[in-house]
């Protein structure tokens, strides 16, 4: 249910708005941990016109997205000056996610999931023509889009975010309506280069070279401010900046000279004043002058002083250079505190020998860059941060086996046949596990889970786990078996398991299959297809096989014809939903299309993106169309075709494949015309349409191909297609009926007459060594960088590369030259270059200022260094000899030469090798695998999943090496309760924490924090972690990963009551038993921090211990100083020893371990009781931090240890707080807090100080028994909000309704006043409960929504005061007055003065309504409302108008009750008393309600009572409208007298044809001027004491309501009145 706040927040508003913030910008301009929020305010931001985007030929943009409010959204829009049309942007709505590039738009089928941080990047090039679209990572959009004539994105363009923008001819920008995001944007990056796919995921915190997210970057204070807001769920952690800044220098002594360089002076400042953790990595200087950056301003030009000084206060400098340093941090801390961490630190001088250095605060820039920045110059590479694990957890739930109830039925005795043999399960209780010994080898374990269906209450067997079990049967035996219709299913599982265990589990270690098992294999599958109904889901299953056959070591030879047949006919039977069915695996993809014969044009096929190992990408084109960029396979059939369509007008079926290996084509003899030693070059792509053979075509068949070796000057290539017939019925390749056309080195076209298989051949017979030709070198490369293809088979090796050139001439652009000469020498030759850095004074200057690059005169020399691939069949030496023949060439042309002056060439390991991993998945062998490719295997528990495996290659070090394996998909074969079987030795206990740390991780879901673990699971792993501790040596690393689980679990939503004790004891021995060097160490993750420190006893004086710059969910930052000390600004928890503990210090002299511990969550300590003297209900409200001494116990102490610790709640002045320890052996062992021998002393409301005589873990309990409204209460006023408006709404409209249709009930003033106000509160009743809703609608209806319901809250409050106005003349002016237009005057009152009010609240601040969030703590959302923003206005208009109005009717109220009163006294004697006390309190009542005094209880909403009083105040006035049908409605007899009369059509009686029984009217003169005489007595009824009764019996002007009254008067002029009354009281 979407919730607002109950009605009592109209009346505490401002309680709640005080606690909003804007972020405001001191200091740090970073934005790191900061996000722009968009609501229902108009505010943008906008890049800073001080800044311009270059004209760039690729890019990147990242952003972070958070949708409050799914409707039409924009993320931001870049537009080129002069163009209206957004030159760069991202769009979306509920449906879609639109990415706008050059002016048009490329939609995403899938939208962004909302109130969920989500990552969104945008890549492009000019080389690649590409644009992709990334969410979270993963590609999502990849659109071939060609530039425009310029062939890059327009410099100097508007850039906003949220809001799409226009610029008028001044260039100002201008908002736009519509397409407005609602929620929130963070960390919006841009770069001057485009990332790959697998860059994507790991940019981490990688600050953009283009903009940035700083503060001074952009505007956001136009049309309305909006700053940025923090959001602890934006922090980012990381370890590697580079700093920008001016140095400045004085000499104190000009004649002493310093020897040192200017790079060792700024490495020597950046050590001196950096802490140990901070590495400086590399330092340089990129420019020195005695005329200096002017301005502070860091986008500014850089501009040359006059003078040869500028002044920092008393500080003149007299040289100046600018360096740039990298910083490495271990470990990572949060991006926005090590920014501020080293401003602070750079900001104050620094001496070094006769030097005094400083730098300008203002001209500093830090930013996190990726680790391999610290090189001087290279190309933009990202870290290896890990990949986020995709919560795919497995875990069987828990039932109590106390119920009394009738639980779930067991799965029943199952006999169960497979290929292991024939197994009896035996009944079993639901959640538990059968285990039986396997038949082959009985000592094997088969195990099978009884699993129970929530939603169908329903117990089922899962399928065995038959992994540790060996197969009774072979593929062999399956020429025994007849596939019929019935056991078609059953036939396919026993072959995926038959092959499973050749090619992966069991004796197919080396994962190959027979020429004989293939054979089977593929005659049985094509029974299945003879048979059976082929779905999609069998032909999935089927083509899955042949692809792990395809990819294992298999001889395919002897089997090609029956798979390309297999495969063939499955497309052909395949029954599917839709026109289109793709099927892709890593070695193979089938593609199958229904076409209509009416306007088909032609069909084309493509295949993108794939590599060896990967997945192909396919895409059809409904037309015969030129294959798109990136493509390496395609084939576009021509129109001629549509003669082989059905003639009856019916869909045919035409069937692409693809084929990712070339050991299917692996024949011995080509028979082609041409001599040479020819070998397939590419991949395999076919073409065929339903049963039909197509031939001899007059339109050809265009089939294009990448070349998976590059083709060289002197090599040939021919187009050949597979011949079925040919080589005794197993297939060759011909080249008969194909024309072959080479478009560059690395693609191939081919034109054919016919439908089969096509290929590439290359002739690989003339291969030379090495070549001495050259090639003209344009300014660009022109061979599009495209990494070689690891062909299976066949050796990839790495060499690394470092070469020195020597340029002459003219040159645009010298990197872009070198770069060109050696891709394009390399690809000629067959190799790839990867990896390339370059390295020179003139590059690196132009561009570190941006310098506009023109043509220079060169002669300078150039490093390079990059690493070549090559997948040749060659040895390593001569794969060697190539590149340095290569290499060793000069180039030149008219204006440039480049000549090779030095180079050194090594080779480098070509694969990750054979290795054996065991885990809880399993013992998986990953095979030798070539670097930069990923290998995938199956899952143990259940083979359809997959585990992969990425072989990376290290450029730093030129090594190879295995990633930790991603076994996301897979299911543990091992879980925590095992670990009670398992005992811990000294030799197994690292392999232990390792075990523990996978099972943890997989049942709270690898760190999301989604998962828990059970109370007997935390004990397994608390008792399994304290034996670690007790055999092992308890290192720095081993204490790490300890903490990290601890942390991790205390993250978790595990209920950690049960484990409290064995947590607190486990970390203190971890802390006095660990070894680390040096004297300190600390341990910090985000729910807790361990700092130990050996101290000597000499000059012990106490030692403090801090913890600052923590808030939830962060790591906080430990200090330590040795010394009794009060705690930094800053501080949330402090604990300062006395020097008395000397006393417990070793005596001979020896260090002595000191631990302190800090707990960031409160779980750990959720007691249920808590032992303190003082009675009221306590909370724990701050963190929690302990100390102790090596194995001591320390207590009784004479001096205090003083602990400060700031109060997660603010504490308010009825509240109190208490300084508590937790005592271990207290609620029966599992500890509770406890209050002896501690002192508090509250500093302020955020700050509690104690001071306690003994050491253990402290912390301050809140008394919240007196505390304000809870969330719960808030809750519940709520729904009492809703339910009253609601209820209220329909009596006041059945109300409204009564009186408008029966026209004598209408006759009296009272009741048009009534009317009047009922129509106020019924319209103020549907604004409060549609606001929400329509605050959803954008802005304006919002605007809309919070103006009307400030007018009717004001209508109402002023027909309350006019009702009372009325009476007070009706009851107490008892005069004969005559008012003409009496109504009328009323109505212009009562709606004209609330007119009034909002118009001028409206001319005097048009932002005065809005919308703002109200929270609910329970589920943390948050739900726009429509209402007055500005606190003056809402006191002034709202407060003061209501509290006056009440005020008012209050003194009304009073005065008639008075009134009353004394006429009940002055009644005759005669007179008879009628309804006594009851009446009285109805009369009462019915004032109350209808003068609005309900609203009073506010007032009284103070002390202890506060929370009952609100409880009234939401009920009374949330039901007043219901309150009004009741008294002026149901009680009313003439109002049921009309009903009755309507109902039962007694229209006519004339004894209900008026009120004649209860009142009686005098006639009055039609030219009186007075109110008009008086009859000698009328009757006014109590209940009906306050607007809509009878009128008076007196004149038309002055009804109004009353008790039942007897007015006697004479009829005498109105100067001499006498009047007599009488009361009586009487039941209606």
């Keep these: 249910m979407a919730r607002s706040p109950p009605i009592i927040m109209l009346w505490l508003w401002l309680q709640s708005s ?13 934005l790191w941990g900061k996000k722009a929020e968009f609501q229902i305010k108009p505010c943008m931001w906008q890049l800073d016109p001080g800044l311009s985007v270059p004209e760039l030929e690729e890019l990147s943009v990242c952003v972070l997205l958070r949708l409050t409010v799914i409707t039409e959204w924009t993320a931001f829009a870049y537009k080129a000056p002069g163009n209206p049309a957004v030159e760069l942007g991202l769009e979306g709505d509920d449906q879609r996610i639109t990415a706008v590039l050059f002016g048009a738009r490329w939609p995403l089928n899938e939208s962004l999931s909302p109130k969920v941080w989500q990552s969104v990047c945008l890549t492009w090039s000019a080389a690649s023509r590409h644009l992709r679209l990334y969410v979270n990572g993963t590609r999502r959009l990849d659109q071939a889009v060609d530039p425009p004539a310029s062939g890059r994105l327009a410099p100097n363009g508007t850039l906003t975010l949220a809001w799409p923008h226009s610029v008028d001819q001044n260039g100002t920008v201008w908002r736009e309506d519509g397409k407005t995001l609602m929620g929130g944007i963070g960390l919006f990056r841009m770069w001057a280069r485009e990332w790959r796919a697998e860059e994507i995921m790991l940019l981490g915190c990688v600050e953009g070279d283009v903009v940035s997210w700083d503060a001074r970057h952009w505007n956001h204070r136009s049309p309305a401010s909006c700053p940025p807001k923090e959001d602890t769920s934006l922090h980012c952690e990381w370890s590697s900046y580079e700093i920008k800044m001016w140095a400045y220098i004085k000499h104190s002594n000009t004649s002493d000279a310093t020897n040192s360089s200017l790079e060792s002076i700024t490495r020597h400042w950046m050590e001196s004043i950096f802490p140990l953790n901070f590495s400086v990595q590399n330092v340089s200087v990129l420019s020195q002058s005695r005329r200096c950056l002017a301005g502070d301003n860091p986008a500014a030009l850089y501009i040359q002083l006059p003078k040869k000084s500028k002044e920092f206060g008393n500080f003149t400098f007299d040289y100046c250079f600018l360096s740039k340093v990298f910083v490495s941090i271990s470990p990572k801390k949060s991006v926005e505190l090590v920014q501020a961490d080293m401003r602070m630190k750079l900001e104050p001088e620094f001496s070094y020998d006769s030097l005094t250095l400083r730098t300008d605060i203002h001209d500093l820039s830090i930013q996190p860059v990726a680790p391999l920045y610290t090189m001087t110059e290279p190309p933009p590479i990202v870290s290896e941060s890990p990949r986020p694990a995709t919560d795919t957890t497995f875990s069987f ?26 197994y009896l399960w035996p009944e079993t209780f639901p959640f538990d596990i059968q285990f039986m010994n396997c038949q082959r080898p009985f000592y094997g374990i088969a195990f099978r889970v009884c699993k129970f269906d929530i939603d169908s209450d329903m117990t089922s067997w899962e399928d065995p786990d038959m992994t540790y079990c060996k197969p009774l049967r072979n593929i062999s035996d399956l020429h025994y078996w007849n596939v019929t219709a019935e056991n078609a299913m059953d036939m396919v599982q026993i072959i995926q398991h038959l092959l499973y265990y050749e090619l992966v589990s069991g004796s197919g270690s080396d994962g190959e299959l027979s020429a004989s098992d293939m054979v089977t294999v593929m005659g049985k599958l094509d029974d299945v297809v003879d048979v059976s109904v082929v779905t999609a889901e069998l032909s999935n299953d089927i083509f899955s096989m042949i692809s792990d056959i395809l990819i294992s070591r298999s001889d395919m030879a002897p089997v090609s014809n029956m798979v390309l047949k297999l495969t063939e006919r499955i497309g052909d039977k395949a029954v599917f939903s839709g026109d289109l069915f793709n099927v892709a695996f890593p070695a193979m993809a089938v593609s199958m299309i229904n076409v209509k014969p009416k306007n088909f044009r032609g069909i084309t096929f493509c295949v993108t993106n794939y590599a060896d190992g990967m997945i192909p990408e396919l895409m059809v084109n409904e037309s015969f169309a030129e294959p798109i960029p990136g493509t390496v396979a395609s084939i576009a059939l021509p129109a001629e075709l549509k003669n082989q369509l059905a ?4 869909k045919t079926r035409f069937q692409f494949q693809f084929y990712g290996v070339q050991d299917l084509f692996n024949d011995t003899d080509i028979a082609i015309e041409a001599e040479g030693n020819w070998t397939l070059n590419s991949y395999v792509i076919s073409a065929s349409i339903n049963n039909r053979t197509v031939k001899n075509l007059n339109q050809s068949v265009e089939v294009t191909l990448s070349n998976n070796r590059a083709m060289q000057e002197h090599e040939k290539v021919m187009c050949v297609s597979w011949d079925f017939g040919d080589n005794e019925g197993q297939g060759r390749w011909n080249s008969t009926g194909c024309e072959t056309r080479a478009i560059s080195a690395i693609k191939t076209s081919c034109s054919c007459n016919h439908l089969t298989n096509f290929a590439v051949l290359l002739d690989i017979s003339r291969a030379p060594m090495t070549t001495n030709s050259t090639q003209q070198c344009p300014s660009s490369p022109t061979t599009t960088k495209v990494p070689l293809n690891n062909t299976v088979g066949i050796m990839v090796s790495f060499f690394g590369v470092n070469l020195t050139l020597k340029l002459n001439g003219n040159a645009t652009n010298p990197t872009t030259a070198i770069e060109c000469w050696l891709y394009e020498r390399l690809v000629l030759n067959g190799m790839d270059m990867v990896d390339f850095w370059i390295f020179g004074n003139s590059i690196r200057n132009m561009k570190q200022y941006g310098v506009q690059q023109i043509s220079h005169r060169l002669n300078e020399e150039y490093n390079c260094t990059f690493h070549v691939r090559g997948n040749l069949l060659s040895t390593v030496k001569e794969l060697e000899t190539l590149i340095v023949g290569t290499l060793n060439q000069t180039f030149s042309n008219d204006t440039l030469s480049i000549q090779t002056t030095q180079l050194m060439v090594r080779y480098i390991g070509p694969s990750c090798p054979e290795e ?126 300890i903490f990290s689980m601890i942390s991790d679990i205390l993250n978790s939503r595990s209920d950690m009551a049960p484990v409290s004790n064995m947590v607190l004891k486990l970390t203190e021995r971890i802390g006095d038993k660990a070894v680390f060097s040096g004297d300190l160490f600390n341990v910090a993750f985000p729910a807790m921090a361990v700092s130990m420190i050996n101290v000597k006893p000499k000059n012990f004086r106490g030692i403090t211990f801090c913890v600052t710059n923590y808030a939830d969910g962060m790591t906080p930052e430990l200090m330590v100083n040795e010394s009794f000390a009060e705690p930094i600004p800053g501080t949330v928890a402090s ?29 750990l300590f959720n007691d249920t009781g808590i032992a303190i003297k003082a009675e009221g209900n306590w909370t724990l409200n701050s963190y929690v931090i302990s100390a102790s001494i090596n194995n001591r116990t320390v207590k009784n102490l004479n001096q205090s240890v003083e602990v400060t610790l700031s109060n997660n709640r603010a504490m308010q002045e009825h509240e109190n707080v208490t300084c508590v320890f937790w005592d271990f052996g207290d609620n029966e062992g599992q500890g509770r807090w406890n209050s002896t021998g501690c002192e508090t002393r509250a500093i302020s409301a955020i700050k509690t100080s104690c001071s306690c005589n003994h050491l253990t873990s402290f912390a301050v309990l809140l008394d919240i028994s007196r505390a304000p409204m809870s969330e719960k209460d808030r809750e519940i006023m709520t729904l009492i909000s809703y339910l009253g408006c609601g209820i209220s709404s329909i009596f006041l409209g059945i109300t409204l309704m009564t009186y408008l249709i029966f026209g004598k009930l209408r006759r009296d003033h009272p009741s048009k006043i009534l009317i009047n106000l009922s129509a106020a509160l019924l319209a103020l009743n549907l604004l409060y409960l549609l606001n929400t809703w329509m605050s959803s609608y954008g802005y304006g209806l919002c605007i809309l929504t919070a103006v009307l319901m400030h007018f009717f809250l004001l209508a109402s409050f002023t027909w309350m005061g006019l009702e009372a106005l009325h009476m007070y003349f009706a009851l107490i002016k008892v005069f004969n007055a ?51 923003q500005s606190d003056v206005h809402f006191y002034v208009t709202v407060a003061g108008f209501i509290l006056l109005v009440v005020l008012g009717n209050t003194g009304v109220f009073v005065v008639v009750l008075i009134q009353i009163r004394r006429m009940r006294t002055n009644k005759p004697l005669g007179k008879p008393a009628t309804g006594g006390s009851a009446q009285d309190l109805r009369a009462a009542a019915s004032l109350t309600v209808l003068l609005g005094l309900t609203w009073l209880s506010a007032f009284f909403a103070v002390g202890p009572g506060r929370t009952v009083m609100l409880y009234v105040f939401c009920i009374l006035n949330s039901l007043q409208g219901f309150f009004i049908f009741v008294f002026h409605c149901l009680t009313k007899e003439n109002v049921r007298k009309q009903w009755r009369t309507r109902l039962t059509f007694d229209r006519f009686n004339p004894s209900d044809s008026d009120w004649s029984r209860s009142t009686s009217r005098p006639k009055q003169e039609p030219n009186s001027h007075a109110m008009g005489s008086v009859d000698t007595s009328s009757i006014i009824k109590a209940s009906e004491f306050s607007s809509t009764t009878e009128s008076l019996p007196v004149h038309p002007g002055r009804e109004g309501a009353g008790l039942l009254l007897q007015v006697a008067q004479p009829a005498s002029t109105p100067n001499n009145i006498k009047t007599n009354t009488s009361v009586s009281w009487s039941n209606q």
């Design 1378 to 1428: 005559y008012v003409r237009s009496y109504i009328l005057k009323l109505c212009v009152v009562g709606w004209g003065v609330p007119l009034i009010i909002v118009g001028v609240v409206l001319a005097t601040d048009v932002d005065a309504y809005g919308s703002s969030n109200i929270t609910s703590a329970a589920d943390e959302t948050s739900e726009p409302f429509c209402w007055i």
């Design 916 to 1041: 054996t991993l065991k885990t809880i998945y399993g013992v998986y062998l990953w095979p030798e695998t070539f670097p930069q490719n990923k290998r995938a295997l199956k899952c143990q528990r259940d083979f359809n999943r997959t585990a992969f495996r990425d072989c990376k290659f290290d450029v730093d070090s030129d090594m190879t090496s295995w990633e930790v394996p991603d076994m996301t998909e897979c299911e543990p074969l091992t879980i925590i309760s095992d670990l009670n079987d398992w005992n811990v030795t000294a030799e197994n206990a690292m392999d232990m924490v390792q075990t523990i740390q996978d099972l943890v991780d997989v049942e709270l879901g690898s760190g999301s924090g989604d998962g828990e673990l059970s109370a007997s699971d935390m004990v397994t792993v608390m008792g399994k972690l304290d034996d670690v501790v007790d055999v092992s040596v308890v290192t720095a690393e081993l204490s790490n990963d």
């Design 397 to 422: 739930p828990t039932m109590s086996t106390n119920s009394t109830t009738e639980g779930p039925k067991s799965c029943p005795e199952e006999t169960l046949e497979s290929k292991y043999g024939v």
């Design 18 to 30: 005080m606690y909003l913030q804007g972020s405001n910008i001191h200091g740090n301009p970073s």
């Design 1135 to 1163: 604990i300062a020893l006395p020097a008395e503990l000397k006393n417990q210090l070793a005596a001979d002299g020896n260090k002595t371990r000191f631990q302190f511990q800090f707990y960031g969550v409160q779980d």
């Design 647 to 650: 003639a009856d007008g019916n």
